[in-house]
């Protein structure tokens, strides 16, 4: 197909097909004459897949295309792939003073501990968490980090069905995609039912708690 | 305090402060003289907070400004701070076609019924879980929408603990940040965990997995 049709099968504006390509996202098409090339459905289901990492997943095209090139080496094992997922996005990064980074990696090496979790020194998951609990900390909501192992629980039965999912996956290739779209894809999934979850139980709870308030004249 | 003094104590630079002040998120200071202004600890907490919630939150300024005005109106239930945050938020949006996003509000639909979740109509979090499942599916990957329910469970306890914190809170303004900050930081906080208890399992299950495959020659 031409690029006008991968456009309408796509959803993806020509210009951005092109900009794809040059950034390396997206392969080129095979050249027919000077200004024109063919495509392929294998090039539609490449730019659904950038488009959600992009769109749904909030991921920036530089790490899409870290992971996209992760993808087609063909050569990561599935858990070097969940692996890659994790480097290729880094972690958000907070300033926050030498005093609180240091309180706050106390916490979590003594969360990782607790749980018998053996994580790689230069893990980027392991520095978000950290900065979050500094800055969590910073915030005067150390309670939010105490619950931290109760949170630590939610999430170890989460990955399992994660690993389930890729494991699950016949031929590697399908298991090295699985962990990218799972994981990206499943943290929007996951903030979306914790809302969901959030309303379900406050509308229950928090309700009981308001008319409690109102009947003790508190509020 | 002055501007400079603001800025050594919260290491937020002085045009960002400023920036922050005409944006409505941080107070004005009071005027001691015509280009100098007094500032308090409050701005130094307040500044914190917005950096909190940009840096590691990743919220827009806009969304920070709706969310502290929220916050500062003080007259929000808990119950009400937490559907604010969720809908200040809003969600991710992707272009899918009409089928897939019927057939993923189905899936959706029928998750809510099967655990007895009651949501408002016009909740962004189910539109955001309908757009992810339209995705996953467009891309493949119906495996992922299939193993909602195992990640539905997980979120419920992940709410329960968030509910109980906020519940925790003595007062209603502590109640209403605690909501803001739990649930931002709080899917930072989560996706981090999720990287570490992935590497966690991985490490065991998947090694396992990699060496079952070598010595059958799969691999």
Redesign the interface.
């Known amino acids: 197909m031409r690029i006008a049709e991968l456009s309408r099968a796509s959803?993806v504006a020509p210009a951005t097909i092109k900009y794809y390509v040059r950034e390396g996202l997206l392969p080129s098409g095979v050249r027919t004459h000077r200004n024109q090339a063919e495509y392929s459905d294998a090039h539609v289901?490449r730019l659904?897949?950038i488009?959600?990492l992009v769109?749904?997943?909030?991921v920036s095209i530089e790490a899409a295309k870290e992971l996209l090139a992760a993808l087609d080496s063909g050569s990561l094992?599935?858990?070097d792939a969940?692996?890659h997922v994790?480097y290729a996005l880094g972690?958000?990064?907070?300033?926050v003073g030498e005093e609180q980074r240091e309180a706050a990696a106390e916490d979590v090496a003594a969360l990782?501990d607790r749980?018998?979790?053996?994580?790689?020194d230069d893990?980027p998951?392991?520095d978000?968490?950290i900065?979050?609990?500094a800055?969590?900390r910073?915030?005067g909501?150390g309670?939010?980090v105490a619950?931290?192992d109760?949170?630590?629980?939610?999430?170890?039965?989460?990955?399992?069905?994660?690993?389930?999912?890729?494991?699950?996956e016949p031929v590697?290739e399908r298991m090295t995609e699985?962990a990218i779209?799972?994981?990206i894809?499943?943290?929007?999934?996951?903030?979306?039912?914790?809302?969901?979850?959030?309303?379900?139980?406050?509308?229950t709870?928090?309700?009981a708690?308001?008319a409690a308030d109102r009947a003790s004249g508190e509020?």
């Open positions: 959803g289901s659904r897949l488009r959600a769109d749904i997943g909030g094992s599935a858990r969940l692996g994790q972690g958000r990064r907070s300033q990782l749980r018998g979790w053996r994580i790689d893990s998951a392991r978000t968490l900065d979050v609990c800055a969590l910073l915030l909501h309670d939010v619950a931290m109760d949170y630590a629980g939610a999430s170890e039965a989460i990955a399992a069905t994660d690993i389930a999912l890729v494991r699950n590697l699985t779209v799972g994981t894809l499943g943290d929007t999934l996951l903030a979306a039912l914790r809302r969901l979850a959030q309303e379900h139980l406050s509308s709870l928090l309700s708690d308001d509020v």
